[in-house]
Every structure is written in C-alpha cells, then in structure tokens.
C-alpha cells in the first residue's frame, strides 16, 4: 500500500488551544481523505473529510486544510478540549477500491 | 449516519480455540467489508477485503487458512481466526462501505472493535 505519513506522533495541548495535525501522501489516485478519531477500546469514527477540488473544509471546530500540489493535507481543531483526547488517523483512499490507507495516528492529549 | 455492529467486543479464549467474530451493517446494504488488525498504539493494518458473495481478498502476509472471511450476505460479514494462539490477541476491526445512494459509498464505516486475548 502507498503509504500517508502523519505527523507528530503525540501532541500535548491546551484547553482552548489550536491542535495541528499533519499528513503527507504520494498516491495521486486518492480522491478521498478523511480523519478518523480514535478512543482506545473503540473503532474509528469518520470525524470530517476532504476531496483534492477543494482547499479547505470546515465543520463545528474541526478543519481540514488540503494542499494538492505540496500532497499534504492537515486537520486543525480550534478551541481543543479535553473530550476531544484521542488517537487521530488521516487517510488516503482512491475512486474505485475504497480501501483505505492510514497513517500510523497522533495521540492527542489536551490538558486542562 | 450508518451504523456497523461488530460482535463481541472481547473474548477471551484458550489457545487452539476458534472464534467468530460478526460484523453486521445495521441500516445500509454493505457491498464490501474490510478487516483490519491493530496492535497497541499503532495504526490499523488491513487483513482482508471481502465482497457480498465471492471469495475474500487477503493482504500479504496474512494466512487465509488462519483468518477466514465469510461475506454471506449484503448486511453481514464475518472472521473466523481459527485456532487462536496467543500471538493472535489483537483487536480486530471491520469497517463496511456501501449502501442504496451514492453518496453513501464512499464512506467507511467502522465497527466499535474486538479485543481477542488467547491464553
């Protein structure tokens, strides 16, 4: 599989602040990028998701900004909360197969 | 938004125990199943894709003798690790794609996850 890259592994934040999560992929025939978000124990759940036509997506706190040229995409959540502690994955999926390639995730911890 | 149900969310087994694992689609006709693998903090690996009513497609690496996949109808798939040893306790996740509209199909939809620990 081709892979994404995410960055950083783990992130400390504070309450009220800006986390920055950040993904590379070099399959071009992704159309699709979702963030998933993780609490241990649980599967993912589809948080927002982006297709490479458009630069930025937002939804309540969470936006995706999305660079096709550079092929990097991030999420940013405004005003983190301690709920929103989890492990976060981005992917990469292409028209067609539907398979989904993950990053390796980012542990986010937001402190109060 | 759609729901997949996947059963039990923890087993606990001996080794050379079988165990089932269910995933079912509760409220979209689910046309492939995906089942993934994930090791304590660490992002999950896809075993295998199945499709409704043929044969399922394994990731290198993975034995098909060992995890078996059976996609018998469009609102439920399940994994069979047969013989469990203890290097098979992992958590086990599906995730199902599909659905009656479009704009449905190319979301995942993931199942709340099973710890299998073999003793």
């Known amino acids: 599989q081709q892979q994404v890259k995410q960055s950083p592994q783990s992130l400390i934040v504070q309450k009220g602040g800006i986390s920055i999560i950040n993904c590379a992929y070099e399959?071009?025939?992704?159309?699709?990028f979702p963030w998933y978000q993780q609490f241990p124990g649980k599967g993912p759940a589809l948080l927002i998701a982006i297709r490479p036509d458009v630069s930025e997506k937002k939804e309540g706190r969470f936006t995706i900004s999305f660079n096709k040229s550079a092929k990097q995409f991030s999420l940013h959540i405004m005003d983190s909360q301690p709920g929103d502690s989890a492990t976060y994955f981005c992917g990469g999926q292409g028209a067609g197969s539907y398979q989904l390639t993950f990053g390796k995730g980012t542990k986010l911890s937001v402190i109060p | 938004g759609a729901v997949v149900s996947q059963h039990p969310s923890r087993v606990i087994c001996k080794s050379g125990t079988s165990v089932k694992i269910e995933c079912r689609s509760l409220d979209f006709q689910a046309t492939t199943m995906f089942w993934y693998r994930q090791f304590p903090k660490q992002s999950l690996m896809l075993m295998a894709t199945?499709?409704?009513?043929?044969?399922?497609?394994?990731e290198q690496g993975v034995e098909k003798d060992k995890f078996l996949i059976n996609h018998a109808s469009l609102t439920l798939s399940t994994l069979t690790v047969a013989s469990a040893h203890p290097e098979d306790s992992s958590f086990y996740i599906c995730?199902?794609?599909?659905?009656?509209?479009?704009?449905?199909?190319?979301?995942?939809?993931f199942g709340s996850g099973t710890q299998l620990s073999v003793l």
């Open positions: 199945s499709n409704e009513g043929s044969k399922a497609t394994y």
């Open positions: 995730s199902a794609r599909g659905g009656l509209y479009g704009a449905t199909n190319e979301k995942l939809f």
């Open positions: 399959n071009t025939a992704f159309d699709y």
